[in-house]
């Protein structure tokens, strides 16, 4: 079992700047890919970012540049640093370990114009 515990978002005007947090605890040796999707009212939800054990990442193409995904393996802990946001980064954003159903609770992050 794997608990995954969110923090760090919040109501930020454009162009300013988050940073997520996702710390994962419970019985496992190591994780994989870890990353996060967000989800709108009325769509589905999309992957933004994620991070191999390596440290290898991968972007939506939407928020590449502005966007930073990293991890601290020994706090099994990953992060995602959220520049220049724009009102439609305005999402509940979900941690997720890649290849399990292992989702944290989500945070809620408001852009406003």
């Known amino acids: 079992q794997v608990q995954l515990v969110e923090s760090g978002g919040g109501l930020v005007q454009a162009g300013g700047s988050l940073r997520l947090s996702c710390a994962a605890s419970?019985?496992?040796?190591?994780?994989?890919?870890m990353g996060w999707y967000r989800q709108t009212p009325g769509k589905q939800r999309e992957a933004v970012a994620s991070i191999t054990s390596r440290g290898s990442t991968n972007y939506a193409d939407s928020v590449k540049g502005r966007f930073t995904i990293s991890r601290d393996n020994a706090k099994n802990t990953v992060y995602l640093q959220m520049n220049s946001l724009k009102p439609e980064d305005t999402a509940v954003y979900y941690c997720k370990v890649w290849g399990s159903n292992y989702w944290g609770q989500g945070t809620q992050v408001t852009v406003s114009s």
């Open positions: 419970g019985s496992f040796v190591s994780i994989g890919t």
